[in-house]
């Protein structure tokens, strides 16, 4: 059971434009979001996190959006980089348990 | 954000040996730390929760008797594949939990590539 699911395996963007990476989860108990990128070879990277109390969560470049009623997230990426070009990991907990990963969905912005 | 290490980077060792791998918090106390294995193409698959001071708690599938878990302080971690053999091969990630804020995060080391010939 495939509870955090990223269904976007990949994603191009042109540089200077958004990146919109989503994410769904199924378990209505998780209260903690967050996302991570990850180079190959790598351990993942934190970017930004979100609790349930939140819609909204801004850091620099990077945004995320939680709809709790719609048991979604996403990370914008605005403008994006080359440097942005990597694998992105949404993950969810629940009251402070283990992190759930998503699949992963790997972002290239070209130049 | 907070740093977490592990070491060695990547490891080669023939079959039957066994291979430890270290993951230390440099610069917080976590008492709870996470063994993640990667395969290629896929997602991190969570082995098991080391507790410090405590036994480790696996996850369904993962054989605690080959992958053994040290927690002996605050800032490390330990994990021994033994008997390693060539499908252990693999990416092994580590994190550990900070919490500050009333909120948790989990902090990742770099990897560990073993190779098992």
């Known amino acids: 059971d495939q509870q955090v699911k990223q269904n976007s395996p990949s994603l191009s963007v042109q540089e200077g434009r958004i990146s919109i990476l989503n994410c769904d989860y199924t378990?209505?108990?998780?209260?903690?979001f967050l996302w991570y990128k990850k180079y190959p070879a790598e351990g993942p990277t934190f970017l930004i996190s979100?609790?349930?109390?939140?819609d909204k969560n801004e850091d620099g470049r990077f945004t995320v959006f939680l709809n709790k009623s719609a048991k979604h997230l996403s990370l914008h990426i605005v403008p994006s980089q080359p440097g942005d070009s990597a694998v992105y990991f949404c993950a969810a907990s629940a009251r402070g348990g283990k992190l759930i990963f998503g699949q992963g969905t790997e972002l290239s912005v070209k130049p | 954000g907070a740093v977490v290490s592990q070491h060695p980077s990547r490891v080669i060792c023939k079959s039957g040996t066994s291979v430890k791998i270290e993951c230390r918090s440099l610069?917080?106390?976590?008492?709870?730390m996470f063994w993640y294995r990667q395969f290629p193409k896929q997602s991190l698959m969570l082995m098991a929760t080391s507790n410090e001071g405590s036994k480790a708690t696996y996850e369904q599938g993962v054989e605690k008797d080959k992958f053994l878990i040290n927690h002996a302080s605050l800032t490390l971690s330990t994990l021994t594949v033994t008997s390693a053999h060539p499908e252990d091969s693999s990416f092994y990630i580590c994190s550990a939990r900070e919490q500050a804020g009333g909120r948790e995060t989990q902090y990742f080391g770099p990897g560990t590539r073993l190779l098992v010939l």
């Open positions: 378990n209505s108990m998780f209260d903690y």
């Open positions: 610069d917080f106390q976590a008492t709870t």
């Open positions: 979100i609790s349930s109390i939140k």
